[in-house]
């Protein structure tokens, strides 16, 4: 059995613990809030590998932003992360073998070697938070485009709203599927911008009218992405994680893609392995390398 520390790193919290080769998390996972500045980012991850390297035989970072093919550098999309996060050195960390990979595309692969889309050879994990991340499964592989940034879901939505995007541009899926995307969208039914997801859903709970038709709308804007992603990629099955999936209904969502879809039918399924896909995955994906030579 190998054994690798696993760390995922977010804009609020860095989570880390121990996961062997099979995906089993050995230890109670530990968690500490991240830094606003790179080197406090730098310490804490020093202090976590110091801690844990002498017991492991890697370790494997899920991290926010795009990761390079290399599995070695942050190379974008980290606006949720101090200035100069881009330019640590994560090989340089540790004495051990150092992975990394983006949480999206790590969350991805644990679902796909353990988790929901395990029988399936083609999977798209969508993470629904924040924003919303992507992971592909093509033929057993990880996509991860011809510089390491991909998949991004921030293609636009037929909605001319100029609904303004994370990323820059307007009207993208991540404006509409995510969690301030139902936010906005309430804001607009309700005609109050104060309005949080709390309160939808607290509300939805009680029946009220408004807060139900802006989870429909949401759920909708989810279920038309997903068409778009099937046109695309004619998939065995989309797997749905994140804070926000619980609120998505993956029947009707599956139900209303394979009525929509050009390509061949799919299924939906709710993610199996929640907050810890991330560790798990990046645990897997290091594991799974050619960069190492474990066993």
């Known amino acids: 059995m190998n054994l690798s520390l696993a760390i995922d790193i977010g804009g609020t919290k860095i989570a880390y613990g121990l996961v062997d080769n099979s995906g089993i998390i050995k230890n109670e996972i530990q968690k500490t809030k991240t830094p606003k500045t790179v080197d406090e980012i730098k310490n804490i991850l020093e202090n976590i590998i110091q801690s844990y390297e002498n017991e492991v035989d890697c370790i494997a970072i899920a991290t926010a932003g795009a990761v390079n093919k290399e599995n070695s ?71 991860k485009g011809k510089s390491g940034a991909g998949p991004e879901v921030h293609f636009p939505m037929d909605r001319n709203q100029k609904r303004a995007c ?18 906005k969208t309430a804001a607009q039914i309700f005609n109050d911008s104060s309005i949080t997801t709390y309160d939808i859903i607290q509300k939805a709970s009680c029946n009220d009218p408004r ?40 029947e009707k969502i599956e139900e209303f893609v394979n009525k929509n879809t050009v390509t061949s039918k799919t299924r939906v399924f709710h993610a199996k392995l929640q907050n810890h896909a991330g560790l798990i995955g990046a645990a897997l994906l290091a594991f799974d390398s050619s960069l190492f030579s474990l066993n």
């Open 73 to 143: 550098k942050v190379i974008g999309s980290t606006g949720n992360l101090a200035k100069g996060y881009r330019d640590i050195d994560f090989k340089n960390l540790s004495k051990k073998p150092v992975f990394v990979e983006n949480d999206a595309n790590a969350a991805a692969w644990a679902e796909y070697r353990i988790g929901a889309a395990k029988d399936y050879n083609n999977s798209i994990t969508l993470t629904l938070g924040t924003g919303v991340g992507a992971g592909i499964i093509i033929e057993d592989k990880l996509f």
């Open 211 to 250: 807060a139900l038709e802006a989870l429909e709308v949401w759920r909708n804007d989810i279920a038309l992405g997903i068409v778009g992603l099937n046109n695309l990629f004619d998939t065995d099955c989309f797997v749905l994680s994140g804070s926000m999936e619980k609120f998505v209904d993956t």
């Open 166 to 183: 994370t990323c820059g541009f307007y009207d993208c899926f991540e404006a509409y599927a995510s969690g301030p995307g139902l936010q």
